[in-house]
């Protein structure tokens, strides 16, 4: 996992936004380098506050520059500067770009692995947006329990030194997050046309920063504005830490249902149209097929393909991989027993930085539907009661005013 996973740098329309709605958003959310006290240690003892349930959420943005060459660095504090020290002003380069929220969940620990359910959140409140907006559905990884972008043991950080054979810089420096001075340590990957810095709590080994620089032939962000060119893009990306949290779901703890495990596939159908607005549309057939892949103990990992229904023929299919944490809202499968005691209008989280709250939206002898929702948009799955297994989906972006929704059709 590279910090482009981290800045989600797939930006859809909000690509369009100007970097003054990044700063806008930093303004908003002060960093605080403050790992939340976590009285049950976890899994590995050498980072104690790492758990299943936590949450880390940090700010981000995104920025492709048309016709530079990659030589933008930081400086001590983070900020982007040319070779000569120029510091990079966007008013003065034309360029897309973004920001937002970046939130990522640790839905599973195990062994010496971690699943990381990732979701990013672009801040559109210069568009009349009062909320982040997610950003389509959540990516998950499988990374190392002793290191990764979001942290790294304290020994093995601590152990790191500068090599230039590998284009290594390790340095000792005071980084200033919220109203903090902290001791940090820095460790930056310099190429010719890649540069990657990443900045650690020394003590905690929780990354407090992290940005990227790289450049190619053609930009990552999908929509340019008028006059841009592909050809020399640099793009740019930037991570800060802002705080971390918990979140258990009712079934963090309930031993995952048997079918999890001899299950081939899952066929859903469903469609998509925009709906509302101006120009509402024809309603789109679509289809997902959910095939498991392995599991593990509190885990599923799942290939998905969908298409679209024409004709009753599926065409454009897209592949795709999906882990399942025991301990996350965004999934195929949930607890009974937890499930069993569910009652309609309960709610069970609010996140304090993207204001996306989680409620049971509907519930009554066959089936829970869980809601997760902010101003800007709404996501729920709807679970059997009786196996836990979701037999409905669906989400409505206001933003596009596109409302998606999936029902299980049949399974083997």
Known sequence: MTSKALAHRAVSTAASALITCAALLFSAHPAHAQVENNPTPGPNPKVPWLHEGLVFTASWYAQSHSGHSMDFKEDENGNWQAPDGTPLAGSEHPSTSAGGISQAVVTCMGGDKVVLEMQSFTDMRMLGFPDPIPQGKPKTFYVAIAQC??????????????????????????????????????VTIVKPDHYITHVYDRSTGLCLHAAEASQGSTPELKYTIPGETPAGD???????????????????????????????????????????????????????????????????????????????????????????????????????????????????????????????SAADGNSVTITESNASASVYHTFDRASGKVIAFGKTDTQTKIQTSFQLQSEE
Do not use: C
């Open 149 to 186: 972008d979001l942290w790294m043991e304290p020994d093995i950080l601590q152990s790191l030194t500068s090599d230039p054979s590998a284009n290594r810089v390790v340095q000792p420096i005071k980084w200033i997050s919220g109203n903090q001075q902290i001791d940090a340590i820095r």
């Open 234 to 360: 640099s793009q740019l990306s930037s991570y800060n830490f802002i705080s971390t949290r918990t979140k258990n779901t009712p079934w963090a703890t309930e031993q995952m249902p048997a079918w999890t495990s001899t299950f081939k596939t899952l066929h859903y159908v469903g469609q998509s149209q925009v709906a509302g607005g101006f120009m509402p549309s024809t309603p789109t057939q679509l289809g997902l097929d959910v095939t498991r892949y392995q599991s593990g103990d509190g885990w599923l990992g799942m290939t998905t393909s969908g298409f679209l229904i024409a004709q009753g023929e599926q065409k454009y299919p897209q592949q795709g991989y999906y882990l399942a944490g025991r301990d996350e809202f965004d999934t195929f499968f949930a607890g009974p027993n937890s499930l069993a005691n569910l009652q309609q209008g309960q709610v069970l989280d609010s996140d304090p930085v993207t204001h996306v709250q989680t409620v049971v």
